[in-house]
């Protein structure tokens, strides 16, 4: 069975730094690829980064902020956030695709297993 278990996220002032991970349990780490979304309240949910053989992408409002990355021997992804903003909060959800390609833009559809989410909130 797939699971996905997140952790790390808390509540930190402007300019304070989280470390979110993302345990991975149930399938062959080199066999997907992954990535982290977000979502606030009274908001869609979209892509923050994603990571694959080919390097790591970002949506531009995390640029030089946050930096996805992962661990293979721990079959675990993170997502590092530093220069934290108020308009950062949301709840942080990991995702995996059963592909080694993750390109930008992909339609969340095709990320088949998901975390449950772990809440981020910046205070100004």
């Known amino acids: 069975q797939v699971q996905l278990l997140e952790s790390g996220g808390g509540s930190v002032q402007a300019g304070g730094s989280l470390r979110l991970s993302c345990r991975i349990a149930?399938?062959?780490?080199?066999?997907?690829?992954a990535a982290w979304f977000r979502q606030a309240p009274g908001t869609e949910r979209e892509g923050v980064a994603a990571?694959?053989?080919?390097?790591?992408s970002y949506v531009d409002s995390v640029k030089g902020r946050f930096t996805i990355s992962e661990d293979n021997a721990k079959n675990t992804l993170y997502l590092e956030m530093t220069s934290l903003k108020p308009e950062d909060t949301a709840m942080y959800f990991c995702?995996?695709?059963?592909?080694?390609?993750?390109?930008?833009?992909?339609?969340?559809?095709?990320?088949?297993?998901w975390g449950q989410g772990t809440q981020v909130t910046v205070s100004s």
């Open positions: 990571i694959d053989g080919g390097g790591n």
């Open positions: 995702a995996v695709r059963l592909s080694i390609s993750c390109p930008w833009g992909l339609p969340q559809d095709q990320f088949v297993y």
């Open positions: 149930g399938i062959t780490y080199k066999t997907y690829c």
